[in-house]
Each structure stands twice: as C-alpha cells, then as structure tokens.
C-alpha cells in the first residue's frame, strides 16, 4: 500500500471533481461555517491544505501558513486566489517546520482522517499555537451509536482504498494531547464534527 503522499498526488488532479457533490451539497458551506470560528487579522496555520479549496473563506486581514503534505495538490492551490500574506508550505502535520507559539490559530478540514499519527499532530497543533490560541476542525469521525460498529467495518476498506479512518474520535484524541475542547457540533448524525478547540 502506497504512502498517503503518493496517494494523495495521484489523487489531486481528480480531488476537486470527486468532492464536487458533497461541496454542492454541504461542504461549501461547512467550510465557510469553519473559518468563520477563525480571529480577524491573525496569524493562521491551516494544516491539510489541498488543492487550496479553504482559501476563499480566510477571515479579513489574514496571514500565516497553508501547510500540506502533497506536493501535487499544492500545485493546484497555487493557481487558487489566496490572501495576500497567505505562505504555502509542504509539510507533514505530524512534523510542522514552524517554532513554537508561532500562530494565533489553526485550523484544518477532513485532514485528520488521513494523518498518520493524530496524537503526534495534534502534539505539534500544540505546540506551534500560542497559549490560548484557537483550533477548529471540520472533520468525518466515528458516528455515535449504532452506526459506530458500522464505520468500524468499513473502515476496513477506507483505509485500504484511501489511507482514510472514517472511525476515529477526532475530539477526544484532541483532549487527550492537552487542547480544551470547548464546542462539538455534530452533523448528519454525528458522521461530520465542526470541533472548536483552545491551546492551554
């Protein structure tokens, strides 16, 4: 099985077109829902760029760092209007190339689903962000009652396909590394989490 890199540059130049239906449908707007949780006028790190599908919706007077491990995917969101003081980076979430306590906020959508070690990226989340520092995550988790066995399952073949856990419990790895959760808001059944976190 290839490493998510390499599938995630095969995957790029379809990766918009795949996820057309689900951006038509709710994403758009769940990713607009995400930043809006952002501060005005801050330094940003977004982790999981992609194709620069995000950058639209940064809030005014933005700066910093999208960040993403796939070097063909950053080349797509370089051709993507982006804040002026907007960097780009390629860069492994679990190894983020930034000293400590250099962002106001992060942020990152459907990321942690693919990251090979949560615990470790969200160690660098906290290190990277300033004491009381925002992070907000729109991501697909393990749905809560009896459809949790089911994502079980199929995450048996998610992550064969796409190195894609569809069954992780994004908000309480996120606790479980130090950051304070302050809101989870639980969509379609439970399956998407818009989870708004806070640095020590």
Request: hydrophobic content about 45%; charged content about 20%.
């Amino acid at each position: 099985m290839p490493p998510t890199k390499a599938r995630y540059d095969d995957l790029a130049p379809r990766y918009e077109r795949v996820m057309q239906p689900l951006e038509r449908w709710f994403l758009t707007r769940w990713r607009a829902e995400t930043l809006a949780h952002l501060p005005p006028r801050s330094r940003i790190l977004e982790v999981g760029a992609g194709t620069g599908l995000n950058f639209r919706f940064y809030p005014r007077g933005a700066a910093g760092v999208a960040s993403e491990l796939s070097g063909e995917m950053l080349n797509i969101a370089k051709g993507k209007g982006k804040p002026e003081k907007l960097f780009l980076a390629q860069s492994n979430a679990e190894m983020l190339p930034f000293p400590a306590a250099t962002f106001d906020a992060a942020f990152a959508t459907l990321v942690f689903c693919s990251v090979a070690s949560p615990a470790q990226a969200f160690a660098e989340l906290h290190r990277v962000v300033k004491p009381g520092g925002s992070i907000v995550l729109l991501e697909h988790v393990r749905p809560p009652g009896l459809l949790g066995p089911v994502f079980d399952l199929l995450n048996l073949l998610t992550v064969w396909l796409l190195d894609d856990h569809c069954n992780r419990r994004t908000a309480e790895m996120a606790q479980a590394a130090g950051l304070r959760v302050l809101s989870v808001d639980r969509r379609l059944q439970g399956i998407f989490n818009l989870i708004v976190l806070q640095r020590a």
